[in-house]
């Protein structure tokens, strides 16, 4: 890998760290398993590593962000997570504040086009 | 499928041990759905070669593990650049008191030899690196500590949440009371010439010619010596360099050297005076004395106390010019902090 693209990994790799967190987080207003969480980001175009989602849930249930209970559904244990109280509070938050950095950089985007025509 | 559960043992044994059980199952869960549906898309079992490039792709088992730790740092971004600043501070103090002991032992003892000079710097690595381990040691505890909440942070970064922008040193190009405020080389020369005074002064006990020159040769064969207050005094004057060395090191290292040193001046005048009032303090006035007072008692007993009284004499007035010029800089720091209260009062 050349410098070039190892600084655009780490710039792509930060820029998307947030940006999964935000859209876990909206996965699991509604109650789902790592596996089928993994299954519907990669459904809407987020595919993200079994390595980086599993830990990552169990991060936001430490942060009180998730609820989780294991539970028996096809002859298996599966551990299903949720939005906790907490979670859904700060999820808007979070969610207000990307459509604010999203309105906010496709402004800036677009000025710059209009200005280089 | 074995494959797998010999890539969930090798997982398991990177995880700590408190929520092995706990992770492994919800990770065999996870995979175990996954490779169903993966078999059942191709409507047969993954043959090995399939299997392993799957697990490969889920990445190397310690790496695996790996993302299950919290972050871990031996010193964490808030606590860094107070142990960076303090350990250039400690390296700076550290040689600083070094080199001092060093030519105290060197040169002052009985053991000056150029191979003794050689031996001292070639420990200089070994007595850094040991400051350097203590730093980071100490530090590495207050990260557990602070990371374990058994103290709170806000404590140590609270200097750098009370500073004022008042405190900022002055652009080079502004000048500070009239006056061109002193540039890094200057204050750097400050320093080391300050450190090559010491050694110096440092030397002149054993080496009397290094103040008096060819008088040192006069001084040995006449019948006068210097009373022992003079040691105390000597020693009195190192202090004194050593202290100022040590300031004007701290500024350089913090970059404060183009602030005033109004502190300074005050404080090296009124310590300056200790010497002063040691030497006055001698009983009658006895700073020289006769080398065989039975013997030269007769001879030279009248000029020695014309000498012990101009001595007395010249340090007295050395002394009022001290106290005038402390009680000037006194004078002028309180007329300064006046002109700024009334200043911020309009």
Same mark, same amino acid.
């Given at each position: 890998?050349?410098?070039?693209?190892?600084?655009?990994?780490? =710039?792509?790799?930060? $820029? *998307? %760290?947030?940006?999964?967190?935000?859209?876990?987080?909206?996965?699991? @207003?509604? /109650?789902?398993?790592?596996?089928?969480?993994?299954?519907?980001?990669?459904?809407?175009?987020?595919?993200?590593?079994?390595?980086? =989602?599993?830990?990552? $849930? *169990? %991060?936001?249930?430490?942060?009180?962000?998730?609820?989780?209970?294991? @539970?028996? /559904?096809?002859?298996?244990?599966?551990?299903?997570?949720?939005?906790?109280?907490?979670?859904?509070?700060?999820?808007?938050?979070? =969610?207000?504040?990307?459509?604010?950095?999203?309105?906010?950089?496709?402004?800036?985007?677009?000025?710059?086009?209009?200005?280089?025509? | 499928?074995?494959?797998?559960?010999?890539?969930?043992?090798?997982?398991?044994?990177?995880?700590?041990?408190?929520?092995?059980?706990?992770?492994?199952?919800?990770?065999?869960?996870?995979?175990?759905?996954?490779?169903?549906?993966?078999?059942?898309?191709?409507?047969?079992?993954?043959?090995?070669?399939?299997?392993?490039?799957?697990?490969?792709?889920?990445?190397?088992?310690?790496?695996?593990?790996?993302?299950?730790?919290?972050?871990?740092?031996?010193?964490?971004?808030?606590?860094?650049?107070?142990?960076?600043?303090?350990?250039?501070?400690?390296?700076?103090?550290?040689?600083?008191?070094?080199?001092?002991?060093?030519?105290?032992?060197?040169?002052?003892?009985?053991?000056?030899?150029?191979?003794?000079?050689?031996?001292?710097?070639?420990?200089?690595?070994?007595?850094?690196?040991?400051?350097?381990?203590?730093?980071?040691?100490?530090?590495?505890?207050?990260?557990?500590?602070?990371?374990?909440?058994?103290?709170?942070?806000?404590?140590?970064?609270?200097?750098?949440?009370?500073?004022?922008?008042?405190?900022?040193?002055?652009?080079?190009?502004?000048?500070?009371?009239?006056?061109?405020?002193?540039?890094?080389?200057?204050?750097?020369?400050?320093?080391?010439?300050?450190?090559?005074?010491?050694?110096?002064?440092?030397?002149?006990?054993?080496?009397?010619?290094?103040?008096?020159?060819?008088?040192?040769?006069?001084?040995?064969?006449?019948?006068?010596?210097?009373?022992?207050?003079?040691?105390?005094?000597?020693?009195?004057?190192?202090?004194?360099?050593?202290?100022?060395?040590?300031?004007?090191?701290?500024?350089?290292?913090?970059?404060?050297?183009?602030?005033?040193?109004?502190?300074?001046?005050?404080?090296?005048?009124?310590?300056?005076?200790?010497?002063?009032?040691?030497?006055?303090?001698?009983?009658?006035?006895?700073?020289?004395?006769?080398?065989?007072?039975?013997?030269?008692?007769?001879?030279?007993?009248?000029?020695?106390?014309?000498?012990?009284?101009?001595?007395?004499?010249?340090?007295?007035?050395?002394?009022?010019?001290?106290?005038?010029?402390?009680?000037?800089?006194?004078?002028?720091?309180?007329?300064?902090?006046?002109?700024?209260?009334?200043?911020?009062?309009?």
């Amino acid at each position: 890998m050349t410098l070039a693209e190892n600084l655009f990994e780490n =710039l792509r790799l930060e $820029l *998307r %760290r947030g940006c999964l967190t935000l859209a876990v987080l909206a996965q699991l @207003r509604q /109650e789902r398993y790592g596996y089928t969480l993994r299954k519907a980001l990669a459904d809407h175009g987020l595919v993200i590593d079994e390595s980086t =989602l599993y830990p990552l $849930l *169990r %991060r936001l249930e430490a942060q009180g962000l998730l609820v989780s209970e294991w @539970r028996e /559904e096809d002859k298996r244990n599966k551990r299903f997570y949720r939005l906790s109280s907490d979670g859904e509070q700060i999820f808007n938050q979070l =969610l207000q504040e990307w459509q604010s950095i999203n309105t906010s950089i496709h402004a800036t985007i677009n000025a710059n086009i209009d200005s280089n025509l | 499928m074995e494959l797998l559960d010999r890539y969930l043992e090798a997982v398991r044994k990177h995880l700590p041990w408190q929520r092995q059980d706990d992770i492994i199952a919800e990770l065999r869960a996870n995979l175990e759905a996954q490779l169903e549906e993966k078999e059942a898309a191709l409507g047969r079992p993954l043959t090995k070669e399939e299997a392993e490039d799957w697990l490969k792709q889920l990445g190397a088992p310690l790496q695996m593990a790996a993302h299950y730790q919290p972050q871990q740092y031996l010193i964490g971004p808030a606590i860094f650049p107070v142990y960076w600043y303090v350990l250039k501070m400690a390296f700076a103090w550290c040689m600083i008191i070094y080199s001092i002991v060093t030519v105290v032992q060197v040169f002052v003892a009985q053991n000056a030899s150029p191979s003794a000079l050689v031996e001292a710097v070639l420990r200089v690595p070994a007595v850094l690196m040991t400051t350097a381990a203590w730093v980071t040691l100490v530090f590495a505890a207050i990260e557990y500590a602070v990371t374990h909440s058994w103290v709170n942070l806000p404590v140590m970064v609270a200097p750098s949440a009370s500073w004022s922008p008042g405190t900022l040193a002055p652009l080079a190009n502004q000048a500070d009371h009239g006056k061109k405020p002193r540039s890094y080389s200057q204050a750097l020369a400050e320093v080391v010439f300050g450190f090559l005074f010491l050694i110096w002064l440092l030397l002149i006990p054993r080496n009397p010619w290094l103040l008096i020159g060819p008088g040192a040769l006069y001084l040995n064969a006449s019948p006068y010596h210097l009373a022992p207050i003079w040691l105390q005094f000597f020693w009195c004057i190192v202090a004194l360099n050593v202290l100022q060395l040590g300031w004007r090191s701290e500024k350089l290292l913090r970059g404060t050297w183009q602030k005033p040193r109004t502190t300074e001046r005050i404080a090296m005048s009124a310590l300056g005076l200790i010497p002063l009032v040691l030497l006055l303090s001698v009983r009658d006035h006895a700073t020289i004395l006769l080398k065989h007072p039975a013997l030269d008692q007769a001879r030279y007993g009248a000029a020695l106390d014309s000498i012990n009284l101009w001595v007395y004499r010249s340090v007295l007035l050395l002394c009022a010019i001290s106290v005038l010029q402390l009680s000037w800089e006194l004078g002028r720091m309180i007329l300064n902090a006046y002109r700024r209260r009334v200043a911020a009062g309009r």
